[in-house]
């Protein structure tokens, strides 16, 4: 039988995670915003629309990251330690995603 005190460390507030999701998938778009709209001379052979899979992938996987960074906010609340520990892995979950993400949203064009 699970406890209702147990249950309540895993619970994250939809506000939060909204919040969360919202702010790593803005971090995303604008990173790869940067990163498109620097391209002066595109492949033709890319298509007319070639823009579209990375702007919809990468902040896809910007807001994976921030969610996963709303389920550890409540780790930040323990002690010293936890809190810089949950800070260091939120921060590493949220880089890996958005590499993947970035990696799979480009692939095609910019990496054949």
Excluded: C, D, E
């Amino acid at each position: 039988m699970i406890h209702q005190n147990s249950l309540r460390l895993f619970s994250v507030p939809i506000a939060s995670l909204r919040k969360g999701m919202a702010i790593g998938g803005l971090i995303a778009l604008f990173i790869i915003s940067l990163f498109l709209f620097s391209a002066h001379n595109p492949n033709p052979a890319w298509g007319k629309f070639w823009m579209i899979k990375p702007l919809l992938i990468v902040p896809l996987a910007g807001a994976a990251g921030g969610a996963f960074f709303s389920f550890i906010n409540p780790f930040h609340y323990r002690s010293n330690w936890r809190k810089a520990l949950a800070l260091v892995v939120g921060v590493l979950v949220f880089m890996i995603g958005l590499w993947l993400g970035t990696v799979l949203g480009l692939n095609g064009t910019y990496w054949n």
